[in-house]
């Protein structure tokens, strides 16, 4: 169900941006408005208060949000509100900030690293990325995870490429305790 009102409520707000032509515009303030609601949570208590009726919780969202940002995005958390799926806001915002990238053929791309990657291997990983991808960019999140003990994990939405040490020696693993469980099974 959520990701059902995530998709429905970002895709009417990505159709009304793109024929605005205000995509650009409508993706600066939907990040501003996801920053806002994920850093004060006494707004996501009020609107789930139930002695709070709707009309109450819809004045709260104009007196936050009326002359800041547009009337379009405005609308759309009034319509959030009023259908009762505040706590699904995030996911909305989320949903179409993600449409906006993929339009932009902007890709996110999870790094996870033994070790810390100097600014040369970021470049060259960022590059080989734009090559084996339809994204012609990236936003790029890096982690180090030392577990790995070498290599690296990258992951771009369910795509994931594991070359780490860890994961290859896992395998190898298995794959003698399966040669093991035959030669034991031949034995008998």
């Not at 600066?28 to 707004?43: F, Q």
């Not at 989320?94 to 100097?118: N, R």
């Not at 994990?153 to 994931?160: E, G, P, W």
Request: charged share 35%; proline share 1%.
């Amino acid at each position: 169900m959520a990701k059902l009102v995530s998709k429905t409520y970002g895709d009417a707000l990505f159709e009304i941006a793109a024929e605005a032509g205000r995509i650009d515009a409508l993706w600066e303030e939907a990040e501003g408005v996801r920053g806002v609601l994920r850093e004060n949570a006494e707004i996501s208590k009020l609107m789930h208060h139930p002695k709070i009726v709707k009309e109450e919780k819809i004045k709260i969202i104009e007196e936050l949000f009326k002359g800041r940002i547009s009337d379009e995005l405005v609308g759309l958390l009034r319509m959030i509100v009023d259908k009762g799926h505040f706590g699904e806001t995030d996911a909305v915002l989320d949903y179409f900030i993600t449409e906006v990238k993929e339009s932009k053929k902007i890709g996110t791309a999870y790094v996870t690293a033994a070790m810390e990657l100097s600014d040369a291997q970021k470049e060259e990983i960022e590059k080989r990325l734009a090559q084996t991808t339809d994204y012609e960019k990236f936003e790029m999140h890096y982690d180090v995870d030392a577990a790995l003990i070498g290599g690296m994990v990258i992951r771009i939405k369910d795509r994931v490429v594991d070359s780490s040490v860890r994961t290859k020696l896992y395998d190898l693993s298995r794959e003698l305790s399966k040669i093991q469980l035959k030669v034991g099974e031949c034995a008998q």
